[in-house]
């Protein structure tokens, strides 16, 4: 069973660090895609950019270009999604989720994670 | 690239069908689109991939085409556990585009 368990909620103060994660099983991690999607709570739905962790291409929406920073852990089978300083405006939901072979949708999603900027 | 429009909210009695459309603002909808539904506080779900596949387990009942610029999701036989939103998503240049969603109500 393809699995995406994502990690916990973070709080975190304006101007600060942080990078969550999204551990996948059930498949070959270097074979499929990893892509992460923000969502603000109430709203749509974002695409900020994806992974191949075979090689580690790197790919992001120019939305979110030198905003964020997408890389992956083949030996922890983990992508990451980080940020070096927050902004209230990144309050919002993260979702990461596999891009089968054919790659133009999105067939398995991570839980999601909540991140809170606050001061 | 051109946005793609959702109606806000669309609602049905139990039994009826109801179709969700995805409009395109340019000429066509551009590459696949896609279907996900997103019941409060979960994740997105895989409903409709390719204009009109199905993967496997989700329900006959959800059915997809598309139409000159506009992709659009029927679900028939509407049923309380539909009730959710839905975002229809076209992918092309590496880049995943989201209509702004869809809230069901199954009255």
């Known amino acids: 069973e393809v699995q995406l368990v994502q990690s916990g909620a973070e709080v975190r103060k304006p101007g600060e660090s942080l990078k969550i994660s999204c551990e996948a099983s059930?498949?070959?991690?270097?074979?499929?895609?990893i892509g992460w999607v923000r969502q603000v709570p109430g709203k749509g739905l974002e695409w900020m950019g994806f992974?191949?962790?075979?090689?580690?291409?790197?790919r992001y929406s120019p939305s979110f270009q030198g905003q964020v920073t997408i890389s992956a852990d083949k030996s922890a089978t983990t992508a990451y999604l980080q940020w070096t300083s927050l902004k209230a405006s990144d309050t919002a939901i993260y979702y990461c989720?596999?891009?089968?072979?054919?790659?133009?949708?999105?067939?398995?999603w991570g839980q999601g994670t909540l991140v809170t900027v606050s001061s | 690239q051109s946005a793609l429009t959702q109606p806000a909210s669309v609602s049905g009695s139990p039994g009826q069908s109801i179709t969700i459309s995805c409009t395109a603002t340019?000429?066509?909808?551009?590459?696949?689109v896609s279907w996900y539904q997103q019941h409060p506080g979960k994740a997105p779900k895989l409903m409709i991939y390719?204009?009109?596949s199905r993967p496997s387990g989700v329900s006959d009942r959800f059915s997809g085409s598309k139409s000159g610029n506009t992709a659009s999701l029927t679900i028939s036989g509407l049923q309380a556990e539909d009730e959710g939103d839905y975002f229809c998503?076209?992918?092309?240049?590496?880049?995943?585009?989201f209509g702004g969603g869809t809230k069901l109500t199954v009255l």
């Open positions: 989720a596999r891009l089968p072979p054919a790659g133009d949708h999105l067939d398995s």
């Open positions: 059930g498949y070959s991690f270097t074979s499929y895609w």
């Open positions: 992974i191949y962790p075979g090689d580690s291409d790197t």
């Open positions: 340019s000429s066509d909808v551009g590459g696949y």
């Open positions: 390719e204009f009109t």
């Open positions: 998503s076209s992918y092309t240049n590496s880049n995943f585009r």
